[in-house]
């Protein structure tokens, strides 16, 4: 019977570059900048690292496939780097990787990484890309916003509630983050908004208006692992581990099969159950300090509230515009910011929020930090469509919490 | 046993270009485009062209209609997608007509559609089975031109075979003669056209009348016994005059649509009989003419089996489907008359694998999705796995055809991001009613409409263009449904 991945592999150290538009640097740039970081907050050499995973997306936008960009920037001693991309997923998806080689005792010391350098197609947005052959004949002409803009009506639908009080909250959801972004030298976006702003922006895809969707930007961020006993011994006396790295992946249903009904995500109801059984968290509401999840849009943010199983179903307008989410609030999300203030480098992403969780358990996140450092820290990353997607959640806290 | 039509249908695009806007955008240039600026035009929406139209209208004709006995599917038109692929065997893959069945494109005139259908007539007798013979038109006019006032898009269908005919064929006759009132050369976009007088004096009103002259003399009918008389011409009153030199009466001349719908072309001699079957009554004799280096006359009379037929929308149908299109600098845009900004996201490359289209063509060109044999869920696409989570069996499913199934909407948006021709581009999950869901683009919507629970209906349309390679790529769409139930 499997175990977990609970407390087998701690974070040695953590790096995260500059967020933004980054128009002086190559994607090389940004993966040293985040690693010098992390390197130096391991405390280790670069020799000590056996194995590492590099987490990119949208690589034909700058590095293009395989590995060999990641060793190469840093000259990395032939040691095994495997290229991971699992749309916005991909970021936690190099750090599984980098997790459980050194929970399976393959390496001591493990490097995951991730980058992405969006801002050289000359457009704002996401960069459109080929679908595959069969998938351009019959996929709609949708956009990320539009996709998801989608969860919107069905939320109502569903709920019975007033598309304005959804729109209102999705507004306090930007709000928020924009207000924590003032506190992060390393975000892209570092002004605050008000609600106005956000509920009069010109529409992107109704009802999500310019405000409701994060930026696209520039960036790197990493994580260095090892075991417990490892970083104990290497001199670290605080230790932050690994609690839960869950997964789950549409498989068509949401899709093709009748059964589900458009308001929600299927797969993070699912990659949260499972990850707080990993992590040993049975009321979530309760245990969790703080979480940072994938609000590429205001709407996913706001549904992503009860699909982690924090805000009951139907409740999260409530929540959220009691201030529930804020920073000084009962479990705030977005502290650093979120994508909306970062951005997305897609492949960095998911690493970025778990930096954050990194430094705020250790107390480090300065003027930004919770008074009372967090035990338990979220993070969910949500890659495609409402309609087909890649989910991961990782749950990191303190060793032996 | 009676040779004739057995069903018909028809399909006018939703959009209606007001001529006037035609005139305030050009009258500068010719002011005698004011004297035109009357009533509307139909345009194709971006999607459309003369295979989708004709998608429509066969499915128009086919409504209440068993497809298995259609042996041959013909297709008339001056501005085919594909100069070089058949066209009529887009269409027949798109109504899953199946792979025996005889295809052919008739073009190269006006008078392409007469042509060809009274070729289908002939030889219906000895051909056995049913042949769906359609006529379908986009013409492309240069901006500011008479013939972009007086042309529409539109497309008909008729089911032509033996047995229960709603209008019996009583005889047909042509002339041919190499009278040029316009052309188009190869390489060319655009029709060159000679003046109009003498194409009223020397052509209409003296082919035509000779033409009607052989056909009544062949058939041994008096003129007077004409009940609709159709017979399409842009030309003020010729219609009328012919009729009156042919001795047949004033009154079955038809309306030719002008005000309200345009020429549609090749197609509008059809469309023009299509609107008269839509109203004629058993026992009328129904004359129609195409004109075009020649003439053709074809005579039906119309049966007591016109009455059985199952209810369609026809050409008032989809007239009545109307909305009203003011923006003339959006008809340019859409007929690739003015170069506009579409922005880089336009930039990606549309090219087609016509061997995975060829491998797909059924789910692709025909909405074939999957009937699981073990549950019975329906499921697009088509897969080895069920998706059915309490059934996941392998290799259990069927085909099953999605495009004539109903459906509602389960989400949707209008995505000013992504590239479309006619932004926002509208879409959303529909789940069908009898099972199964596609997450699809809209068409023929405007966003005010559309809520969750709105019923829709597929239809037959350009997915994208590729500009580069000249191909054109189809799908099919979800449209309000309500829109088709106005006939």
């Known amino acids: 019977m499997a175990s977990g991945i609970r407390d087998k592999v701690a974070i040695l ?31 280790i050499e670069k020799n000590q690292i056996q194995a590492a995973w590099l987490a990119t997306a949208i690589e034909e936008q700058h590095v293009g496939k395989s590995g060999i960009p990641l060793a190469q920037a840093l000259r990395l001693p032939f040691i095994p780097v495997t290229r991971v991309e699992n749309y916005c997923a991909s970021g936690t998806e190099a750090f599984r990787g980098a997790v459980y080689a050194v929970a399976s005792g393959a390496c001591d010391i493990a490097l995951a990484l991730g980058v992405e350098k969006l801002k050289d197609t000359g457009y704002g947005g996401l960069p459109q890309r080929s679908r595959g052959a069969l998938n351009s004949m019959f996929w709609a002409n949708l956009s990320a916003p539009g996709s998801f803009a989608q969860l919107a009506g069905a939320y109502v639908a569903k709920h019975g509630c007033n598309a304005s009080d959804l729109k209102q909250a999705m507004a306090h959801v930007s709000v928020k983050s924009h207000d924590n972004g003032t506190r992060n030298p390393k975000a892209h976006l570092q002004n605050k908004i008000s609600v106005d702003t956000v509920m009069n922006a010109p529409m992107v895809a109704a009802p999500l208006g310019l405000f409701d969707c994060c930026g696209v930007s520039d960036g790197s961020a990493c994580a260095i692992v090892t075991t ?12 932050i581990s690994v609690k839960a790295l869950q997964l789950a992946v549409s498989n068509g249903l949401e899709a093709q099969h009748n059964s589900w009904d458009g308001s929600y995500f299927a797969t993070t109801r699912i990659a949260s159950t ?57 479990i705030p999300c977005q502290i650093d910011g979120g994508l909306k203030c970062f951005g997305h480098p897609i492949g960095a992403s998911g690493l970025r929020m778990i930096y954050e969780m990194y430094l705020q358990l250790l107390g480090r996140a300065g003027p930004r930090q919770r008074k009372q450092p967090p035990v338990f820290g979220l993070t969910h990353n949500l890659g495609g469509f409402p309609h087909q997607n890649v989910c991961s959640i990782s749950i990191v806290g303190r060793y032996g919490a | 046993m009676d040779i004739g ?3 018909y249908g028809a399909c006018i695009p939703r959009r209606r270009l007001a001529r006037k806007s035609v005139a305030d955008a050009n009258a500068w240039f010719n002011p005698a485009l004011r004297g035109q600026a009357k009533g509307e035009r139909s345009m194709c929406n971006w999607d459309e062209d003369a295979v989708t139209m004709a998608v429509e209208a066969a499915r128009d004709c086919l409504t209440g209609l068993a497809r298995d006995q259609i042996r041959t599917v013909q297709l008339a038109s001056t501005s085919f997608p594909f100069e070089d692929r058949l066209n009529s065997g887009i269409v027949a893959q798109a109504l899953n007509l199946g792979a025996e069945i005889s295809a052919l494109d008739v073009g190269s005139s006006q008078r392409a ?20 013979f359609l006529a379908s038109e986009k013409r492309r006019t240069k901006a500011g031109s008479t013939l972009e006032m007086t042309s529409g898009d539109g497309a008909a269908a008729l089911l032509i075979g033996a047995g229960k005919v709603i209008a019996k064929l009583v005889g047909a006759h042509s002339r041919t003669v190499d009278f040029v009132d316009h052309y188009r050369g190869q390489g060319f976009a655009y029709d060159y056209v000679w003046e109009e007088r003498w194409i009223r004096d020397e052509g209409y009103a003296k082919i035509v009348p000779a033409t009607l002259a052989g056909l009544f003399r062949k058939c041994a009918v008096e003129p007077g016994s004409i009940t609709h008389f159709c017979m399409p011409c842009t030309l003020g009153k010729v219609a009328a005059s012919v009729a009156k ?106 090219q087609t694998a016509l061997s995975t289209l060829y491998r797909k063509r059924d789910m692709i060109l025909g909405l074939i999705g999957g009937r699981c044999g073990q549950c019975g869920t329906l499921q697009f696409p088509k897969s080895n796995v069920c998706v059915n989570p309490d059934c996941n069996a392998f290799h259990a499913q069927t085909d099953h055809p999605f495009a004539e199934m109903s459906g509602k909407v389960n989400s949707h948006t209008a995505d000013q991001l992504t590239y479309s021709p006619d932004p926002p581009a509208i879409c959303g999950m529909v789940q069908f009613d009898a099972g199964g869901r596609l997450m699809m683009d809209f068409t023929d919507v405007d966003m005010a409409e559309v809520s969750v629970g709105l019923p829709m209906r597929m239809v037959f349309r350009i997915k994208d263009y590729d500009a580069q390679r000249g191909f054109t790529r189809y799908f099919w769409k979800a449209t309000p449904a309500g829109a088709a139930k106005e006939a």
Request: aromatic share 6%.
């Open chain 1, 13 to 43: 150290g953590m790096g995260c570059s500059k967020f933004g538009e980054r128009w002086d640097k190559e994607a090389d740039d940004l993966m040293v900048e985040a690693f010098e970081e992390a390197i130096k907050d391991a405390g």
């Open chain 1, 228 to 239: 417990p006993e490892l970083a104990r011994s290497l001199g670290k006396s605080d230790i």
């Open chain 1, 274 to 330: 499972r990850a707080y059984a990993e992590a040993g968290i049975t009321k979530p509401r309760e245990q969790i300090d703080l979480i940072e999840v994938h609000d590429c849009f205001s709407i996913t943010e706001l549904v992503t509230m009860e699909d982690l199983h924090i805000s009951p179903e139907g409740g999260a307008i409530k929540d959220v515009l009691d201030g529930f989410y804020d920073a000084d609030g009962t």
């Open chain 2, 5 to 7: 039509i057995l069903a």
């Open chain 2, 113 to 132: 559609a007469t042509a060809g259908l009274a070729a289908v007539l002939q030889s219906a007798a000895s051909a056995g089975g049913q042949a769906l």
């Open chain 2, 245 to 350: 030199k042919a001795g047949i009466p004033e009154g079955a001349v038809r309306d030719n649509l002008h005000a309200v719908c345009g020429e549609t072309g090749t197609a509008h001699s059809l469309v023009m009989l299509a609107d008269a079957l839509a109203v004629a009554k058993p026992g009328e004799r129904i004359l129609v003419v195409g004109f075009g280096q020649g003439c053709d006359a074809l005579l039906f009379e119309t049966t007591a089996e016109l009455q059985q037929l199952p209810p369609r929308m026809g050409v008032r149908g989809y007239l009545a489907r109307r909305r009203e299109e003011t923006n003339y600098n959006r008809f340019l845009a859409f007929n690739d008359l003015v170069t506009l900004e579409r922005g880089m996201r336009a930039e990606l490359d549309k």
